[in-house]
Structures are given as structure tokens and as C-alpha cells.
């Protein structure tokens, strides 16, 4: 091999190294450019602090409204037991107080006591006084 070619060799071999640190370089760069642990640290304590308090929001939230189904439970209660006591009791007494199967012809006695038969078992379950 003749000094050219080993001159020629040997300035191929360092425009490949001078590409090669070049792009080392550039790579040391960018990361250089990225955040650094300290600021990743930094940004997932953050991200955790505003989960924990998104978490709280929905648990004080999902606590009200708990609360006011059970509110609004016992008034929808305290609503149907007043209707049951002030309306459909009393309707259901004089209805009751209205059996007389005697006054009923022979054909129509049975439908007739199955139809009082239906109206006593609804008054016990309004557990009418």
C-alpha cells in the first residue's frame, strides 16, 4: 500500500469519526434538552398531588350524594305512609264496612267475595290500624 493511499484511508477514517462524534454530540444535546430526573420527580408529585385531590373531590362528592338519597329516601317514606294513613286506609275501611254478602243473588256471591277477599289482604298490607 502507497503513502497516498494510506493518507486517503486514513482521512476517510476521520471524516467517519468526525460524523460520528458529530452525532454523539448532537444526541448529548437533545438529551441534555430533556427534562432531568429532578424535574420528572418534580412533575409526577404533581400529577400525583392533583389525583389525590380529584380523588378526595369525588369521594366528598360521592358522600353527598349518599347523603341525600337516604334523605331523600325517608321523606319519599314518611310521603306513602302519610298517604297510606290519611287516604287509601280510610277508603279501604269503608269499603269494608260496605260487606253484606246477603244482598248479593247467588250467581254473583263467589266473584263477590273474592273481591272482599282482595281488599282485606291490601288493608293488611297497608297494616292499616
Not at 484511508?9 to 430533556?34: C, G, I, Q
Not at 408529585?45 to 366528598?60: D, H, I, K, P
Request: charged share 25%; aromatic share 6%; net charge neutral.
Amino acid at each position: 500500500m502507497s503513502q497516498d493511499e494510506l493518507e486517503d484511508e486514513l482521512a476517510d477514517e476521520v471524516r467517519a469519526l468526525r460524523a460520528s462524534v458529530t452525532e454523539v454530540a448532537e444526541v448529548v444535546k437533545r438529551l441534555a434538552s430533556r427534562s432531568t430526573v429532578a424535574e420528572l420527580a418534580a412533575k409526577t408529585a404533581t400529577r400525583t398531588r392533583r389525583f389525590v385531590y380529584v380523588l378526595a373531590a369525588m369521594s366528598v362528592l360521592g358522600a353527598l350524594m349518599t347523603g341525600y338519597l337516604i334523605w331523600n329516601n325517608h321523606r319519599v317514606d314518611v310521603l306513602q305512609r302519610r298517604t297510606s294513613n290519611e287516604v287509601l286506609c280510610p277508603l279501604y275501611e269503608l269499603m269494608l264496612r260496605s260487606y253484606h254478602p246477603e244482598t248479593q243473588p247467588p250467581e254473583r256471591l263467589a266473584a263477590y267475595e273474592e273481591s272482599f277477599t282482595v281488599i282485606r289482604r291490601s288493608y293488611a298490607a297497608l297494616r292499616c290500624s
